[in-house]
């Protein structure tokens, strides 16, 4: 997994060069024309496999299961954030974000219940290491849509595949119990996406794009977003 780590962090720094430059040419997606093809293949994939999978679980789990199913998943999670927020020097939010793993893994049961939020421990907004990059000066760079993996960056889409292996989920040496856990958080995830699907508006590929890269910005500067004038504010 390290050398993984290295090879990506290496592959991601070469491609600061065509960030800086497509940055500089004030568009964020040079490559729309890919990304409109990937994207009508991902788009075609979820409507015919994912979508109908996913409304299915939602008609017949009860919603306190569905809820705390996605707890599960999302308490996992706080995994990739703790390593993710060491790597930022967040350790005031690692220390809070390992006490939520260990409170909800064991009182919770396995994070079924948010048992750390009752005790002063809230879940933050999640980290991730395409947000790591950005906090080690790594620039963004084009828009990029991945096959599968869904909406990205150049810096933010590889990123994936770390989080992916950090993931203690990845560690699970049965194959066959490891994919069928994710195929349930893909599900389960899919899922939680249904009722904000209804949102979309307008041209669907620009509509994902610019929400994206919006709250990819939000999550980068921890909420602070820049107005007209170059400041930073809530």
Same mark, same amino acid.
Do not use: C
């Given at each position: 997994?390290?050398?993984?780590? *290295? *090879?990506?962090?290496?592959?991601?720094?070469?491609?600061?060069? *065509?960030?800086?430059?497509?940055?500089?040419?004030?568009?964020?997606?040079?490559?729309?024309?890919?990304?409109?093809?990937?994207?009508?293949?991902?788009?075609?994939?979820?409507?015919?496999?994912?979508?109908?999978?996913?409304?299915?679980?939602?008609?017949?789990?009860?919603?306190?299961?569905?809820?705390?199913?996605?707890?599960?998943?999302?308490?996992?999670?706080?995994?990739?954030?703790?390593?993710?927020?060491?790597?930022?020097?967040?350790?005031?939010?690692?220390?809070?974000?390992?006490?939520?793993?260990?409170?909800?893994?064991?009182?919770?049961?396995?994070?079924?219940?948010?048992?750390?939020?009752?005790?002063?421990?809230?879940?933050?907004?999640?980290?991730?290491?395409?947000?790591?990059?950005?906090?080690?000066?790594?620039?963004?760079?084009?828009?990029?849509?991945?096959?599968?993996?869904?909406?990205?960056?150049?810096?933010?889409?590889?990123?994936?595949?770390?989080?992916?292996?950090?993931?203690?989920?990845?560690?699970?040496?049965?194959?066959?119990?490891?994919?069928?856990?994710?195929?349930?958080?893909?599900?389960?995830?899919?899922?939680?996406?249904?009722?904000?699907?209804?949102?979309?508006?307008?041209?669907?590929?620009?509509?994902?794009?610019?929400?994206?890269?919006?709250?990819?910005?939000?999550? *980068?500067?921890?909420?602070?977003?820049?107005?007209?004038?170059?400041?930073?504010?809530?």
């Amino acid at each position: 997994m390290k050398r993984t780590m *290295l *090879l990506l962090v290496g592959i991601l720094l070469s491609g600061q060069i *065509l960030a800086d430059s497509s940055e500089s040419e004030g568009t964020q997606d040079p490559w729309e024309g890919f990304n409109r093809k990937v994207f009508v293949f991902n788009d075609t994939l979820d409507t015919y496999a994912l979508k109908p999978v996913a409304k299915g679980y939602r008609a017949i789990t009860p919603d306190p299961v569905e809820d705390g199913v996605s707890r599960m998943f999302s308490n996992v999670g706080e995994i990739v954030n703790v390593v993710n927020d060491l790597l930022q020097g967040k350790f005031r939010q690692a220390g809070n974000d390992t006490g939520r793993f260990l409170v909800n893994t064991t009182i919770g049961l396995v994070g079924f219940f948010d048992v750390a939020d009752d005790l002063g421990m809230p879940k933050n907004e999640g980290e991730d290491f395409g947000q790591t990059l950005g906090v080690w000066g790594v620039g963004e760079g084009p828009y990029l849509v991945l096959p599968l993996l869904g909406p990205g960056t150049l810096r933010d889409g590889p990123a994936k595949i770390v989080d992916f292996l950090i993931d203690p989920i990845s560690e699970i040496d049965h194959v066959p119990t490891r994919n069928q856990i994710h195929g349930v958080g893909v599900v389960s995830g899919r899922a939680d996406l249904l009722k904000a699907e209804e949102l979309i508006s307008g041209d669907k590929y620009s509509f994902i794009r610019d929400v994206y890269l919006q709250r990819r910005e939000y999550l *980068l500067n921890d909420g602070q977003v820049e107005d007209d004038f170059g400041d930073y504010s809530e």
